[in-house]
């Protein structure tokens, strides 16, 4: 192909455009976002950290695993700045003090109980539209791709930190949010995340980010997080709460 | 000057009910002190001192036009005197400034004045067909032929002659009553009349620098109605917060109508506000204000507490208390919350606690949870609580506990917060009862 090789490559103008941007490109976006708390993923992301204005799915194979050890830091960098935390429609009921855990400030968080697919989507849009500068985090487990989008559009006038979950199954729908992340556990203590979708080159290899749910630093010995791969077996209980136990290492030693 | 004359329908065949122009005239005393009643037919507001209040003499006629025309007036001018404000409304001009006043006027029939339409007999036989025919005959004969008012108010509508009214101020209580221009059978129906209701009670609580925090619609049943059916019913909605923003109040309503069904058409609307309160305005800031975000925030949770119930719209409470179903609890929104709650638990505790204790399969002396559980750390002994019942006499249980929790691997569900604990008979089991999310 001489015809092709002659051609001298020149280098392409500099985008005029936030919106246009060079495939190999991933630092200049000019858009304001909060740390994750990794520097491995906030490398990852565009503009360094979570977006702000701007929907952002994360995937999970199972609700309730792993939502707020994955965006803990986040909500706490927003409630530090006085910002509002809205839970929309959570799995299972929220427990005050292990939220609080996290360095929330108390009057900082709202809970807002939806059941049907509609509130959610409703409730969340509410949130979305008031412009309360806050972060929403809202389980839409049966939201349409048109819903994400009505979401996505509301999300792009205000400003505020808007995360969804949705299921894993989501992951090969189209959606209009600019930013999709999957998240499962490679480990107990690592979650195993992957920049499904991003305004930026695609993301190849899965991120593996050290997690260790708030609190329990202090109670696991270093042995603990040391990645388990079978079960040991487990002695009969021995302390006092299970009586069965004893009459169990009686009759061991009767058949000695 | 800068008059604006509002002429509310229907001005040709009767007069407007006296109710119906107080009521617009509550509405307009927002936009300045100077309301007068023009001859019991019309509503004159004299708007220049605010112009500058409102944004500019644009702004302030662009938004009176556009509430006037949620109140149901279409006919409206604007013109340096009352009277003339007044006889371009009946013309169907709307602007008084286009040209020199006296060659407006000069050109309007006589019917526009009121004075000059109680002659106009006379005058036509005089060949006065336009106000121009009757300014220009002598004045001095004017005054012998015909009474003073015709002469007075011709020069008050040509700013010959100062004009004087006794301005309308803004009754102690609010209360506006709407006669619907159509029986209204579905309750969500009744937020178009409501609307024009709340419009006027805005203004009123503007002019009054208040709020409200409770208002009242009530709505009378038609008089065609079944013998069982009661006169009507009423609907008091709430807020948290003093406010007088029309389209959080709307909004409000129509959450509320939406849950309410109509015994009967109805026919009359009445809406009172319950509790006024004086409201502090804020003053516009030059930077972006954080506060104000909280109270957009306030309103949109309000909005989602009506709809949903306000016991779904919860923030959390802590309280001194070991036992994790206690330690923590989630109140409705509207409630206040302390400045001070107690510090939360040193012990970690889940980020989500199951409702109820799910009691788990054992298998080899291993407690399982999609699939079998690794016990991590533990035990952490939870006792007591005895002082603790619910119920009164036979009923009354003991909220007492005695378990030892453990911090438990999945290979699915992750971080479990579980627990042992002794039955009856002496049989030990596990407990799923939180996830560290």
């Keep these: 192909m001489p015809a092709l090789a002659s051609i001298a490559p020149s280098p392409a103008p500099p985008p005029q455009r936030l919106d246009v941007w060079r495939a190999d490109d991933l630092q200049p976006i000019d858009a304001s976002t909060t740390a994750s708390g990794w520097p491995e993923l906030d490398a990852e992301l565009p503009g360094r950290g979570w977006p702000r204005s701007c929907l952002v799915e994360v995937l999970g194979t199972q609700p309730s695993t792993a939502e707020f050890r994955l965006l803990g830091h986040a909500l706490k960098s927003v409630s530090d700045s006085e910002g509002q935390v809205a839970l929309v429609g959570p799995p299972k009921p929220v427990h005050a003090p292990g939220i609080c855990q996290l360095g929330l400030d108390p009057r900082q968080i709202i809970w807002l109980e939806a059941q049907q697919p509609s509130e959610r989507l409703w409730v969340t849009e509410q949130l979305i539209r008031s412009n309360a500068g806050g972060v929403v985090l809202a389980w839409l487990p049966q939201a349409r791709a048109d819903q994400i989008r009505r979401l996505q559009v509301a999300a792009q006038a205000t400003d505020g930190l808007f995360f969804t979950w949705r299921p894993e199954a989501a992951r090969h729908e189209a959606s209009a949010a600019p930013l999709r992340v999957s998240v499962a556990m490679a480990d107990p203590w690592t979650l195993e995340v992957h920049l499904v979708k991003r305004r930026r080159p695609v993301h190849t290899a899965p991120l593996l980010l050290r997690s260790i749910p708030t609190g329990l630093e202090s109670v696991l010995a270093p042995r603990h997080l040391q990645p388990v791969h079978a079960l040991p077996p487990v002695p009969a209980p021995a302390h006092a709460v299970d009586r069965a136990a004893p009459r169990a290492r009686r009759r061991l030693v009767a058949v000695q | ?437």
Excluded at chain 2, 84 to 93: D, T
């Design chain 2, 1 to 437: 000057m800068l008059w604006i004359a509002l002429l509310p329908e229907p001005a040709d065949a009767s007069s407007p009910s006296s109710d119906a122009l107080s009521g617009i005239a509550s509405w307009a005393l927002q936009f300045t002190p100077r309301v007068a009643i023009l001859e019991a037919v019309a509503l004159g507001l004299e708007v220049e001192a605010s112009t500058r209040l409102f944004g500019g003499k644009r702004a302030l006629l662009t938004r009176i036009r556009e509430e006037a025309e949620q109140l149901g007036i279409t006919r409206r001018a604007r013109a340096p005197t009352s009277l003339a404000a007044l006889a371009l409304a009946r013309s169907g001009i709307s602007n008084g400034f286009a040209k020199p006043l006296a060659a407006l006027l000069d050109s309007l029939p006589l019917e526009c004045l009121t004075a000059a339409s109680r002659h106009s007999a006379v005058l036509a036989r005089l060949g006065c067909r336009t106000l121009g025919d009757v300014r220009r005959l002598p004045r001095g004969g004017m005054a012998r032929r015909f009474d003073a008012a015709l002469l007075e108010s011709l020069d008050r509508a040509y700013g010959l002659r100062p004009d004087s009214y006794e301005w309308v101020s803004a009754p102690d209580t609010f209360e506006a009553i709407l006669e619907l221009m159509s029986r209204v059978e579905t309750a969500p129906a009744l937020l178009f009349g409501a609307r024009r209701l709340l419009l006027q009670m805005s203004g009123w609580l503007s002019a009054r620098r208040s709020g409200v925090t409770a208002f009242t619609l009530h709505w009378a049943h038609d008089a065609m109605r079944s013998r069982e059916t009661g006169e009507g019913d009423a609907l008091t909605v709430r807020t948290a917060q003093t406010t007088r923003n029309i389209e959080h109040l709307s909004r409000l309503l129509a959450e509320q109508l939406a849950k309410v069904s109509l015994e009967a058409p109805v026919g009359d609307l009445r809406l009172t506000a319950d509790e006024v309160y004086p409201l502090i305005e804020n003053s516009a800031s030059l930077l972006s204000d954080p506060q104000e975000n909280v109270e957009t925030l306030a309103l949109a949770l309000e909005r989602i507490a009506a709809r949903l119930g306000p016991d779904r719209v919860r923030r959390p409470r802590l309280r001194a208390d070991h036992r994790s179903e206690w330690m923590g609890w989630w109140q409705a929104s509207e409630e206040p919350v302390p400045r001070q709650q107690p510090e939360p638990s040193p012990v970690p505790q889940p980020t989500f606690l199951l409702p109820e204790p799910l009691k788990l399969a054992v298998k080899a002396n291993r407690p399982l949870y999609q699939g079998p559980l690794q016990l991590l750390v533990g035990p952490h002994r939870v006792e007591g609580g005895w002082w603790h019942r619910t119920g009164i006499g036979p009923d009354a249980q003991s909220l007492n506990v005695a378990r030892d929790y453990w911090v438990a691997l999945s290979a699915h569900a992750g971080v479990l917060w579980v627990f042992q604990t002794r039955l009856a008979r002496d049989q030990g089991a596990w407990f799923l009862h939180g996830v560290f999310a």
